[in-house]
């Protein structure tokens, strides 16, 4: 059973350009959340969704940010107009709803995206 | 609201002594902690996980952790440390609606 996947796992962006990272979630899961590690920091929350739908955004910077989990293909994190704060580690999981395993996420490689 | 604080952002050992790292953690309701392991440039692995069963979690590669409701504590520790153990360790604790909290992560390192 193949791991959470992410690509690309480096990605390099000018300021104003848009970055584009892609999540596929572990076969027979369909919840992702996405997790940003800033350099010397812990993981930090931005966004949980289902297939089609968001479920929290709590951690989302208010602009700039979007995150899409389509019936069909990866869930999608967009970053618009990146600037060099936006440099930082991409973490993707996902987990299912069988019994009582929904609390366990599994986690992707990451994406590390540097804004030049 | 609830937190997780890792005491130590650094600890170092000899090989074969034993681990000890802190986590304690703030909840209002009983709470589900997970410890995780990251190695440099990749992702998080699961170590084990308290989800109020019991107390005393074991987890992968000979690490375990005790949940000490009267302290908030969730203390990882491993009896006897490997060069391999070298990595950066989170606790976690999970919110009501899946979403994980971290701490700032504490650095293993193991002397030879």
């Known amino acids: 059973n193949a791991g959470v996947m992410q690509n690309p796992r480096h990605l390099v962006r000018r300021r104003g350009q848009e970055a584009r990272l892609r999540c596929s979630p572990m076969k027979g899961h369909s919840h992702v959340y996405w997790y940003r590690q800033l350099p010397e920091e812990g993981l930090k929350f931005m966004v949980y969704l289902q297939k089609e739908n968001i479920i929290d955004e709590s951690g989302m910077p208010k602009e700039r940010f979007s995150a899409e989990f389509p019936k069909e293909g990866p869930s999608i994190l967009r970053i618009q107009q990146v600037v060099r704060g936006d440099s930082a580690a991409y973490f993707c999981?996902?987990?299912?709803?069988?019994?009582?395993?929904?609390?366990?996420?599994?986690f992707g490689p990451g994406t590390r995206l540097t804004v030049t | 609201a609830q937190s997780v604080t890792q005491l130590g952002s650094h600890v170092s050992v000899s090989e074969g002594a034993l681990v000890l790292l802190r986590c304690n953690y703030s909840s209002s309701v009983p709470p589900y902690l997970f410890w995780y392991v990251q190695y440099p440039n990749q992702g998080l692995q699961l170590l084990l996980k308290y989800t109020s069963a019991a107390t005393l979690v074991k987890g992968i590669n000979g690490f375990e952790a005790e949940f000490k409701k009267s302290e908030t504590s969730f203390h990882l520790t491993k009896p006897s440390a490997h060069m391999s153990d070298a990595a950066e360790y989170f606790c976690?604790?999970?919110?009501?609606?899946?979403?994980?909290?971290f701490g700032a992560g504490t650095i293993l390192r193991v002397k030879s």
């Open positions: 976690a604790v999970r919110l009501y609606g899946n979403k994980l909290v």
């Open positions: 999981a996902s987990s299912d709803t069988s019994g009582g395993n929904s609390y366990e996420q599994y």
